[in-house]
C-alpha cells in the first residue's frame, strides 16, 4: 500500500519528533483511516484507525483497520506485516489515531499495547485516547521504556 507520509518528514521523525512533526505525521494517519471500508464501521465499537510505522532504517509502511477485511487492528495488522517482511522495528516510531488497545475481546490475540512493547516500539504518536477499560495502555507503554505523545486530532 503506497505510504502517504513525505520522505522529508520521515527523516525529520528520524531526526527527533517534536510536537510539529508528531501533528504532522498523526494528520497521515487519519489519512490512512480514512480508507477503513464504511460497511465495517456499521458494527458497534467499530473504528477507523490508521497506522505507521517508521521503521530503525527510516523505511515507512502503514495501514489501516479493514485492511484485512475487519480481522485485526490496525496496529497488529502493522506488525504482521512488518515480521513477514522482517522490518528492524525495535526503536522506531509508531503513528496512529488512536491510543492503542491493552485488552482484546479475546483472550487469545495480544493487545496493541503488547505488542508494541514485544516489538520494542521507541516512540507512540496518538490522538484519540482509548474509550473502553481498562485505561491502561498508556502507563504500561511508559512503564516499559516507550515515549507516548499525544497530540489534538487534526481539524
Not at 530503525?56 to 517482511?85: N, P
Given at each position: 500500500?503506497?505510504?502517504?507520509?513525505?520522505?522529508?518528514?520521515?527523516?525529520?521523525?528520524?531526526?527527533?519528533?517534536?510536537?510539529?512533526?508528531?501533528?504532522?505525521?498523526?494528520?497521515?494517519?487519519?489519512?490512512?483511516?480514512?480508507?477503513t471500508?464504511k460497511?465495517?464501521?456499521?458494527?458497534e465499537g467499530?473504528?477507523?484507525?490508521?497506522?505507521?510505522?517508521?521503521?530503525?532504517?527510516g523505511g515507512?509502511?502503514?495501514?489501516?483497520?479493514?485492511?484485512?477485511?475487519?480481522?485485526?487492528?490496525?496496529?497488529?495488522?502493522?506488525?504482521?506485516?512488518?515480521?513477514?517482511?522482517?522490518?528492524?522495528?525495535?526503536g522506531?516510531?509508531?503513528?496512529s489515531?488512536h491510543?492503542?488497545?491493552?485488552?482484546?475481546?479475546?483472550?487469545?490475540?495480544?493487545?496493541?499495547?503488547?505488542?508494541?512493547?514485544?516489538?520494542?516500539?521507541?516512540?507512540?504518536?496518538?490522538?484519540?485516547r482509548?474509550?473502553k477499560?481498562?485505561?491502561?495502555?498508556?502507563?504500561?507503554l511508559?512503564?516499559?521504556?516507550?515515549?507516548?505523545?499525544?497530540?489534538?486530532?487534526?481539524?
Amino acid at each position: 500500500m503506497p505510504i502517504i507520509v513525505p520522505p522529508d518528514l520521515v527523516r525529520q521523525a528520524m531526526e527527533g519528533v517534536t510536537d510539529s512533526i508528531a501533528a504532522q505525521l498523526i494528520s497521515c494517519a487519519f489519512e490512512l483511516a480514512s480508507r477503513t471500508p464504511k460497511h465495517l464501521l456499521t458494527r458497534e465499537g467499530a473504528l477507523a484507525v490508521g497506522a505507521i510505522l517508521i521503521d530503525k532504517g527510516g523505511g515507512c509502511h502503514g495501514t489501516y483497520s479493514g485492511a484485512d477485511h475487519g480481522l485485526g487492528h490496525a496496529e497488529e495488522l502493522l506488525f504482521r506485516e512488518a515480521a513477514k517482511k522482517a522490518v528492524a522495528c525495535e526503536g522506531g516510531i509508531l503513528i496512529s489515531t488512536h491510543e492503542p488497545c491493552f485488552r482484546r475481546s479475546d483472550p487469545n490475540r495480544m493487545s496493541c499495547a503488547k505488542l508494541i512493547a514485544q516489538y520494542q516500539i521507541g516512540t507512540v504518536i496518538f490522538s484519540v485516547r482509548e474509550q473502553k477499560p481498562p485505561f491502561q495502555s498508556l502507563s504500561f507503554l511508559q512503564e516499559t521504556g516507550v515515549r507516548v505523545i499525544q497530540v489534538p486530532t487534526p481539524t
